[in-house]
């Protein structure tokens, strides 16, 4: 006789990743089950998250020393909803006993590594909700009796080659930002995405002494990249490529920083489809295709200084696109086309980086048969409602919802840090309203109360 598999215990949602987004809404999910267990009136969630990488990492790739953070750490994964949170940056940096240091340092912009380190802290204390090494492959539907999807199932690969089987009665997608290639470019021992920056760099030979970068593009990474390798190998010679004829600030002033804030999010989501554009024209320098003033300050002072000693180490290529990578054994070819002169120069580089930026990830490419339910606005993008649940057909009753990927709905915060704890309040709480009633069947408990997830409140 053989014995029907058992169906995997189901939870009240399923995270995919578990970056600063996810682990921000593990902490919400925490926070709720904590206040639940003392207001006993409506059950709490039952979660469970999964990631690919083996450990919390956070754009590793980009921990270049000296890079700092691009919000302030008010804008830390609870703040904004639940100031009273001891998940805060300030509660970090006191169990680190770095407090007083950090209050004289007198900066709202704390080094990335340090930031690093605060996530990671976090992560580590919401650990019991995630399982890492597993990677998320396939999205599968469970219907129920009448025939609608009501859960779903998330297959992950783990690290064995085996796979898991998670059930969710909705899922919350946070998988992030996926580094954006040049079209026809390709990545290879000596082509790199600034992604991977760190990584690449440490898997040189110890012996190698590369003389030549290219660095492509004129955003925050392309400069951090171009200053990194050029304080790095004082011997080496960075070329940098851009079609801007100088790098950009960012403008972070007051009254245009008031994009990222959740009032925003708001406005921009009732926006018709002309306004949404025109905000997004006028503000796309806030976060795109931009750099820091004080970066850049930095790179023409080493590029003057480079003039003085008359030994051009710092070699700024504007007004220029890349024309032809050949790679061969010994190095890649680059030719730089200047397209005010329409003159093409070869530049012998060891290594070329594309620091080209990236796209957010379409959630339908995991969603398998699912996606034929999701509903699209004229452009073929996914609808997504106000509170991030993907608009879907009325065959599908779980709920699938977005951390990043909605810049088209809900504005430019959407990949960023900005407003991950209200979010994370937000979709907490749509969920709590949308589970009222329904069975729990979880193997992680739910606690009794928690009606809102917008501690703080
Ligand atoms: P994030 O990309 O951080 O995490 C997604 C996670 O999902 C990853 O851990 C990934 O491994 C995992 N994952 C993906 N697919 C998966 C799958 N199929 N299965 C399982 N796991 C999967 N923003 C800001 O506000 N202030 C800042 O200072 C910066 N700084 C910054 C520096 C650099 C170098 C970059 C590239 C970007 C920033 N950003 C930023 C923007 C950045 O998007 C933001 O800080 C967060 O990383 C967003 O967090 P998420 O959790 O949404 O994505
Ligand atoms: P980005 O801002 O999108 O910049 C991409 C750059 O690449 C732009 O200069 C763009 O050109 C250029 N580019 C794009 N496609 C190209 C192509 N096909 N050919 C040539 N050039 C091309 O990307 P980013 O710099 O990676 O920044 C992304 C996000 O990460 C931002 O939110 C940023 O703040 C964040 N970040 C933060 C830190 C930090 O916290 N310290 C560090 C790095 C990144 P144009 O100039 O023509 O647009």
New binding site residues.
């Given amino acids: 006789m053989t014995s029907t598999p058992q169906p995997p215990p189901s939870h009240d949602l399923v995270g995919i990743g578990f970056g600063p987004s996810n682990v921000a809404l593990a902490i919400g999910l925490r926070e709720q089950r904590e206040r639940s267990a003392a207001e006993p009136a409506t059950p709490g969630l039952s979660g469970v998250f999964l990631e690919r990488q083996a450990e919390f990492g956070w754009h590793r790739g980009?921990l270049l020393d000296d890079?700092?953070?691009?919000v302030s750490f008010l804008k830390d994964l609870v703040t904004t909803r639940n100031p009273a949170s001891d998940f805060g940056f300030l509660s970090y940096l006191h169990a680190a006993g770095r407090l007083h240091d950090f209050i004289n340092h007198k900066t709202l912009f704390p080094l990335?590594a340090e930031f690093h380190d605060y996530l990671a802290w976090c992560a580590d204390r919401v650990g019991d909700q995630v399982r890492y090494g597993a990677e998320v492959v396939a999205i599968e539907p469970v219907r129920d009796e009448g025939g609608r999807i009501s859960q779903l199932d998330v297959v992950a690969r783990t690290g064995d080659g085996a796979r898991h089987r998670s059930r969710g009665r909705n899922i919350v997608f946070a998988p992030g930002l996926t580094p954006?290639?040049?079209?026809g470019a390709r990545l290879t021992e000596r082509v790199w995405h600034?992604e991977y920056l760190l990584q690449r760099l440490a898997a040189l030979d110890t012996a190698a002494d590369p003389r030549t970068f290219v660095v492509?593009?004129?955003?925050?990474?392309?400069a951090?990249c171009v200053d990194h390798l050029y304080r790095r190998f004082p011997r080496a010679r960075v070329h940098a490529v851009?079609?801007?004829f100088g790098y950009s600030p960012?403008d972070d002033s007051p009254f245009a920083n008031r994009i990222f804030d959740p009032g925003a999010v708001d406005a921009f989501y009732g926006a018709s489809a002309e306004t949404k554009a025109e905000i997004m024209g006028y503000h796309r320098n806030t976060?795109?295709?931009?750099v820091?003033p004080d970066l850049i300050d930095t790179l023409y002072h080493a590029a003057y200084q480079d003039k003085v000693k008359g030994a051009e180490r710092l070699r700024m290529h504007n007004t220029s696109?890349?024309a032809d990578v050949h790679e061969a054994p010994g190095g890649v070819t680059v030719t730089v086309e200047d397209l005010a002169s329409g003159k093409h120069t070869a530049v012998e580089a060891d290594y070329l980086v594309y620091?080209?930026?990236?796209s957010s990830a379409d959630p339908r490419d995991l969603l398998g048969e699912v996606a034929e339910h999701v509903v699209c606005d004229g452009a073929g993008r996914p609808a997504v409602e106000r509170d991030y649940r993907l608009a879907t057909s009325d065959e599908v009753t779980c709920g699938i919802y977005l951390q990043g990927g909605t810049e088209h709905t809900h504005g430019i915060s959407s990949?960023?840090l900005s407003n991950v704890a209200v979010r994370v309040g937000e979709i907490l709480d749509a969920i709590s309203a949308r589970t009222a009633g329904t069975p729990n069947t979880a193997d992680t408990p739910r606690a009794a109360g928690a009606a809102s997830a917008a501690g703080g409140r």
């Fill in positions: 980009m890079a700092t953070m691009q990335r954006r290639l040049p079209e600034n492509v593009g004129a955003g925050q990474s392309a951090e851009f079609s801007r960012s976060n795109y295709s931009v820091d696109r890349v620091a080209t930026g990236y990949s960023l």
